[in-house]
């Protein structure tokens, strides 16, 4: 059974650089795509970044491109994204999930997923 674990999050200020990781279990991580989602207070869950199974193709979307990426290492089973230049819109619960397709967006694709982590950024 597949499980995720995040970890990594915490209170930052602006401007401010923050790595969370993700641990996968109970699984051959490079079938997977991994996908980081974040839900603010009182908005929807909604995609932040994703890579590939085999890390070859790694997208930010909206307002993470330019200070969001994502790396993976399927032997140690981890994939962190690296936060920089944070802001205080970014504060939120971010999730990590697992996808059986190659590389996707939608959260809709994604079946497993981890308990979240909270990043909280103070202006």
Known sequence: QVQLVESGG????????LSLSC????????EYAIGWFRQAPGKEREAVACT??????????GSAKGRFTLS???YKKTVVLQMNDLKPEDTAVY?????LKYVTRLEADYGYWGQGTQVTVSS
Do not use: I
């Open 10 to 17: 915490g209170v930052v200020h602006t401007g401010d650089s």
């Open 23 to 30: 641990a996968a279990s109970g699984v051959f991580l490079d």
């Open 52 to 61: 590939s199974s085999d890390g070859g193709s790694t997208y930010s979307v």
């Open 72 to 74: 993976r290492d399927n």
């Open 95 to 99: 999730y990590c999930a697992a996808s």
